[in-house]
């Protein structure tokens, strides 16, 4: 990698780094590192770590009256591989990753699980260059915004449709897997959903919890409609 492409993202992290190996490492990933040690996974397993402690400090002073459950699925929303991916795609994070030229024409640099977890990686590598400050500088700059789009605390659809079949006296919904396609780091799953009285219903995903999420929504559309 040049390095006017590291300057480049340094800039889009507002980081200026001493250690520029840490930033290097950061976005390589292993096709493109026989040294194991030398790509991204030992800096993603810390990144994963900062990131779960400065949001989750955030979210109890930005919300000192919520309960825990509350701030627990607000953390989960934040923290999740999908938000790591959008955050990744903010910056352009993909055009900077050292891949190898398979994983390159295999569509790595778009993959939800490769960008989450060069994401990851990145702020690993900010902490271990900067400290917590300058990590968590980082993460609040690009996560806050995520947190305002909605105050209210999240409900993901699994939750609702259990919530409701339960009020309902139903048994538990069923969720079961009938299809996985496309290469391991950009599957697509096709997960069913079953309560007890209504029609099934199917979605797809690009995770089996992104799948079984979508299939619940379209099982509580179902049962609005119904109410309606």
């Known amino acids: 990698m040049k390095e006017s492409d590291l300057d480049q993202l340094c800039e889009l992290l507002g980081h ?37 402690l400065v949001v ?16 627990a699925k607000r953390h989960v929303s934040l923290v999740r591989r999908e938000t790591l991916a959008a955050v990744a795609r903010e910056i352009d994070l993909g055009k900077y990753l050292q891949i190898s030229r398979g994983e390159q024409e295999a569509g790595a640099r778009d993959s939800d699980t490769i960008l989450s977890d060069a994401m990851e990686a990145v702020i690993g590598a900010v902490y271990l ?11 609040l700059g690009r996560w806050n915004r995520l947190l305002e789009q909605d105050l209210v605390p999240p409900q ?21 897997t009938i299809d996985q ?12 959903v079953r309560v007890e009285g209504l029609a099934s219903q199917q979605a797809t995903g690009r995770s089996k919890r992104l799948a079984e999420q979508a299939a619940a929504d379209a099982l509580l559309k179902t049962v609005t409609t119904d109410d309606d």
């Open 56 to 71: 989750a400090e955030h979210l109890l002073d930005r919300f000192p009256h919520e309960r825990e459950g509350s701030i």
């Open 156 to 176: 993901d659809a699994k939750t609702a449709l259990q919530e409701w079949a339960q009020g309902q006296r139903l048994p538990l919904p069923l969720y079961t």
């Open 129 to 139: 260059d900067g400290g917590l400050e300058a990590s968590g500088r980082f993460i």
């Open 16 to 52: 200026r780094f001493e250690h520029m190996d840490l930033l290097r490492r950061a976005v390589t990933h292993a096709s493109a590192e026989p040294r194991a040690w030398n790509a991204y996974e030992r800096l993603e397993f810390l990144g994963d770590r900062v990131l779960a």
């Open 181 to 192: 396609v496309g290469p391991a780091h950009a599957p697509e799953f096709t997960v069913e």
